[in-house]
């Protein structure tokens, strides 16, 4: 009697799937660098053969994962995108392209795809949005605004400043509002 092959292919894609999931967590948490390849295919449950079976390394696991966020590009100035990242930063803290903004990773490749996503994602949009309103200087403004935005996400995460960490996501949203929209302003008067 012949093999069927279809609960193979499930469990096949459940498992790529649980590996995805574990290393975009580890990654969220620690870093490309400091997250082991062991200690993704431990999390998920796999043999430690998956990582070289459905990605090839460590680093196309990493742009995988990066590719599964597929977040939708964020005008960071749209008031209700704004909202949704400053939510999703709450529950999941800043994850692998947010974290490239500030911190290179020792493998090339994994950092050249972050880079990629965070101007994908979050630069772009901008860029699009500040140029079209005839912003002279779109690309730096736009760069500008995810550095501030980036840096208020992170601190926000390390504790380091006590009513930015202890803020509610209603109270820091307007303050964060302001601080972007006032790009936008000068934008204008310039």
Known sequence: MPKETTPRRRDSAASRERLLSAAGELFADRGFDR???REAVERAGVDPTM????FGGKAQ???????????????????DRLTALLDRMDRHGPGPVI?????????AE????AR?????????PLRERLAREGDEQADLRAELLVAAFTGVILSRRSGAFEHLSGATADELLP??????GAGEQRAHEG
């Open 175 to 180: 303050l964060l509002r302001d601080l972007l």
């Open 35 to 37: 997250t082991s390849a």
């Open 61 to 79: 696991l990493f742009i995988a994962v990066l590719r599964t966020e597929a977040d939708i590009p964020a005008d960071l100035l749209d008031p």
């Open 99 to 107: 974290q490239a903004g500030i911190r290179p990773y020792g493998d």
């Open 51 to 54: 990582i070289a079976r459905y």
């Open 116 to 124: 990629a996503e965070l101007q994908h994602r979050l630069v772009a």
């Open 110 to 113: 994994a950092q050249a795809a």
